[in-house]
């Protein structure tokens, strides 16, 4: 793992969230995406290195939907920049984590992503995240 990628922020309301953290952060976000098939819209602020991922459910079936539900607004998950998301899937996989995918997954800002199981990582919902190549070969 190279860094910490970004924290993602479950959020109730993702256009008041957006005001809340460009007074907090003292910046403007980047970039608004909506994950369809994660049911999700996503806001991305930059701080140095770091990004900071707010996350609002486009329906409350959605994970985020389900977490806002059963814990309200928060940190929901850690990611880790990885330069070989195959490679450290099968690595967490010979650690003993429970992954909650077999193949990576497309996710927001041009990355694919695969999710640890946060029963294998002390209760910390953990994403390892790679830049997309740039054909569709995932």
């Known amino acids: 793992m190279r860094k910490i990628e970004h924290l993602g922020i479950a959020v109730k309301d993702l256009e008041h969230s957006n005001d809340l953290f460009r007074r907090l952060l003292g910046t403007a976000h ?10 999700v819209s996503t806001s991305s602020f930059m701080i140095g290195e ?3 991922e707010l996350l609002e459910a486009t329906n409350s079936e959605s ?7 059963k814990r309200g ?3 929901h998950h850690i990611a880790f920049a990885v ?8 690595r967490m996989r010979d650690e003993g984590f429970q992954l ?3 193949k990576p997954l497309q996710g927001a800002d041009g990355k694919v992503i695969c999710f640890l199981h946060p029963k294998s990582t002390n209760g910390v919902l953990v994403e390892l995240c790679m830049d997309a190549p740039s054909s569709d070969n995932v």
């Open 50 to 52: 770091t990004k900071i």
């Open 73 to 75: 607004e928060g940190i």
């Open 63 to 69: 994970a985020i939907g389900k977490f806002i539900e």
């Open 83 to 90: 330069d070989d998301i195959e490679a450290e899937m099968q």
């Open 30 to 39: 980047y970039k608004t995406e909506t994950v369809e098939r994660e049911g």
């Open 100 to 102: 909650l995918h077999d």
